[in-house]
């Protein structure tokens, strides 16, 4: 897999999203703390590189920011053992789970799918593939993300309810996981809006940064 993210070409079909995987997030949005990894998909037509903005989907009025470790997938694996599923990483990525929030929450109530809420386009901003061995323990991660420089989020893997190679074995029990997916790990607390002409900064340890611009979409 080459380092850098040229287009998603050589990047797999799936993003696969774990949700409350943090529980001081699960308590700042009232959620209940899973007893089961929560499993969503986000579409690949959702990334975003730097050098492109995050567009507000037209009638959102609520976007939220979630920083996130992304696991990238190497080879193709079904009904992946946990002591084995490490086997299945070829490196990491930084990346934003934005979230129509507003959206998400009116589908909840209404017992609907939070596939627009997740999906739009510019939904998963995403970092260049960052080398396995440069992350020794994945689950032990410092994640952090300022709005306009001020800081929001500040968390590490190490408090996630399940861990990496326990979500690989689980995911791929139900889906196959395929050369290049990702999946997104889920967010530490501290997630919240962001407007048009905000500025997202976030990075991973001291290994990466990345930084969006937000702006409204405009209809065409
Ligand atoms: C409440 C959510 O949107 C779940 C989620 O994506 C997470 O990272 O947690
Ligand atoms: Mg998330």
Same mark, same amino acid.
């Given at each position: 897999m080459q380092n850098n993210l040229s287009r998603f070409s050589e990047w797999g079909r799936k993003v696969v999203c774990v949700g409350r995987n943090f529980k001081d997030h699960c308590v700042e949005l009232s959620n209940p703390i899973p007893k089961e990894p929560l499993i969503f998909l986000k579409p690949t037509s959702s990334y975003v590189v730097e050098g492109e903005s995050i567009k507000i989907p037209n009638g959102c009025n609520s976007l939220h920011h979630e920083v996130e470790l992304g696991v990238v997938i190497s080879k193709d694996g079904s009904n992946i053992l946990e002591n084995s599923? %490490? @086997?299945? +990483?070829g490196g990491y990525v930084l990346a934003l789970d934005m979230t129509a929030r507003d959206w998400q929450d009116k589908a909840k109530k209404q017992g609907k799918p939070w596939s627009f809420a997740k999906g739009f386009d510019t939904a998963c901003p995403i970092s260049s593939l960052i080398p396995?061995?440069? #992350? +020794? &323990?994945? @689950?032990d991660v410092g994640l952090w993300l300022k709005v306009n420089g001020v800081e929001k989020q500040n968390g590490s893997t190490? @408090? %996630? #309810?399940? &861990?990496i190679p326990s979500l690989i074995s689980y995911i791929s029990h139900v889906m196959t996981l395929e050369r290049g997916d990702v999946v997104l790990t889920g967010t530490p607390e501290g997630v919240g809006p962001v407007e048009a002409g905000d500025v997202i900064e976030c990075g991973v340890n001291n290994l990466l940064t990345m930084k969006f611009n937000v702006m409204k979409k405009f209809q065409s």
């Open positions: 599923a %490490m @086997d299945y +990483v396995r061995g440069d #992350i +020794v &323990n994945p @689950d190490k @408090d %996630m #309810i399940f &861990n």
